[in-house]
C-alpha cells in the first residue's frame, strides 16, 4: 500500500511536465506544417480564421456537456475580460506570429519563442502575481535569466552570420513547395520584429488567463468561447486585410490540414492543458518548456523542410536557453519554499475550535528568514514559527448558596 501511495504521488508531481512536454511536441508539428502551408501561398489571416473554427467546432461539446453543471455565470467583467484574450491569442499572437514565420523559418520563429517566459514573469512582476526581493537568490536568478534571454533575442535579430550545415541535409531532395525560400536580411529583421510582438502577445495572453481562471474556473467553457470570440474577430481582421475572395477558398490539402491541426492540437487542447497547469503552478511554468519545442523543431526542419540554420541563430538560442533556465531555476526554488510553507500548518494544526492550538506566521518563507529588527545584520537567520498553545481552563463549579 505505502509502494502504491508513492507511485500514485510521483505521478502526480509528474503531471503537469508531461503535459507540457507533450505540447511543446504538438506544437513542433504545427510549426513545422504551417510553415509548408504558407509557402504553398496560403494567407495566414485566413489559417487563422479556419484554425478557430476548427478549434470551438472540438472543444464547445465537450464544454457543454461536461461543464453544464458547474459554469459560472458571465458577467460583463468576465465577457470583456474573455474578450481580450480573443484579442491577444487568435488575433494578435498569431497573425503577427504566422507573418514572422513566413518571413524568417520554424527554428527561428521557436527560438524567438523563449522569450516567453520572461516576458511573462516581466509582466507578472508588474502585475504584483510575483514577488521581487533582489536580496535573495532565487530573484537574482529570474532576473539575470530575463536580461539574458531578451539578450540572445537582440543577437538572433541583428546577428545571422554563415550557414551551419548537416550532413543529412546535403544528401536528401525535397519538394519545391516545402523548400524554404530566400530571405532578405531586411525581411528577417522585419519578421524578428514581427515575433517579438506576437510573442509580448503571448505573455500577455497568459496573465489574462490567469486571472480569468480566478473568477471563471470552467476551463472547458472558457477555451471554447475564447476559440470563439477569436473567431469572430478573426474574420473582421481578414475581411479588412484580405480583399480578395480567393482567399477563403481551401481544399483537401496541406491547408486544411494546417488549419485543422493547429485548431485542436495547438489551439483547443493547449489553452484546455495550459488552464489546468497555470492552476497549479502559475504562467511562469507553463512557458518554461518551450526550448524543447525549438529543439524538435530544428531536427524536422532540416530533415523535411531542408531548413538552413544559421550561426547567429545558434548563439543567440544558447543565450535564450541559459536565460530561460535561470528564469525556471529561480521559479523551481520559489515554487519549494512555498510548498514547505503551505505544510508547516499541518503540521502544528490540531485542536480548538476558534483555531487556537497554531499560529503559523503566513509571511515567512522556508530557509529565507528574516532577523528581528533588534538583532545584528550579519547573523545567520533563523527560522521563526509562532505557536500559541491553549492553556486548559479550570473547571468551574456551580456551589448552591444555602437559603437563608
Known sequence: MEGQGCFGNFVQRCKPYIAMISLQFGYAGMNIITKVSLNRGMSHYVLVVYRHAFATAVIAPFALILERKMRPKITLPIFMQIFV??????????????????????????????????????????????????????????????????????????????????????????????????VSDKDWVKGSILLIIATFAWASFFIVQAVTLKRYSAQLSLTALVCFIGTLQSIVVTFVMEHKPSAWTIGWDMNLLAAAYAGIVSSSISYY???????????????????????????????????????????????????????????????????????????????????????????????????????ANNKETVPVVAIGVPIQQPTMIAVKAPKA
Not at 85 to 105: C, E, H, M, R, W
Not at 129 to 149: F, H, N, W, Y
Not at 339 to 356: D, H, L, N, T
Open 273 to 375: 492543458v495550459q488552464g489546468l497547469v497555470m492552476q497549479k503552478r502559475g504562467p511562469v511554468f507553463v512557458t518554461a518548456f518551450s526550448p524543447l519545442m525549438m529543439i524538435i523543431v530544428a531536427i524536422m526542419g532540416s530533415f523535411i523542410l531542408a531548413e538552413n540554420i544559421y550561426v547567429g541563430g545558434v548563439l543567440g538560442a544558447i543565450l535564450i536557453v541559459v536565460g530561460l533556465y535561470s528564469v525556471l531555476w529561480g521559479k523551481y526554488k520559489e515554487y519549494k519554499e512555498k510548498e514547505a510553507i503551505e505544510s508547516i500548518p499541518e503540521a502544528v494544526k490540531g485542536g480548538g475550535e476558534k483555531g487556537r492550538m497554531a499560529t503559523v506566521m503566513e509571511d515567512i518563507e522556508a530557509n529565507d528568514f528574516e532577523m528581528p529588527k533588534g538583532e
Open 85 to 182: 484574450l480573443g484579442l491577444l491569442g487568435p488575433v494578435i499572437d498569431q497573425n503577427f506570429y504566422y507573418a514572422g514565420l513566413k518571413f524568417t523559418s520554424p527554428t527561428f520563429s521557436c527560438a524567438m519563442s523563449n522569450m516567453l517566459p520572461a516576458m511573462t514573469f516581466v509582466m507578472a512582476v508588474l502585475c504584483r502575481m510575483e514577488t521581487l526581493d533582489m536580496k535573495r537568490l532565487r530573484c537574482q536568478a529570474k532576473v539575470v535569466g530575463t536580461i539574458v534571454t531578451v539578450a540572445g533575442a537582440m543577437l538572433m535579430t541583428i546577428y545571422k552570420g554563415h550557414v551551419i550545415n548537416f550532413v543529412w541535409s546535403e544528401h536528401m531532395h525535397h519538394p519545391r513547395s516545402y523548400a524554404p525560400t530566400e
